[in-house]
């Protein structure tokens, strides 16, 4: 018998900084989970900022 199948999406991988993480309740209470891409908002802002803004050639 599977065990709980239905729970097997809840933990996703960061792409920014490549860590599982989990479900929260305050994503899983609004149904975000589905939508949630970044382990929070920091790795968020940090995917939308280009990886190098401004450097120097050298
Ligand atoms: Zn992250």
Not at 39 to 49: F, H, T
Request: aromatic content about 6%; hydrophobic content about 25%.
């Amino acid at each position: 018998m599977a065990h709980h199948a239905k729970l097997k999406s809840q933990v996703k991988v960061c792409p920014v900084c490549e860590l599982s993480f989990h479900n929260r309740k305050k994503w899983q209470s609004r149904g975000l989970w589905e939508s949630i891409i970044y382990c929070s908002d920091k790795c968020r802002k940090n995917k939308k900022a280009p990886p190098t803004p401004s450097t120097p050639p050298r």
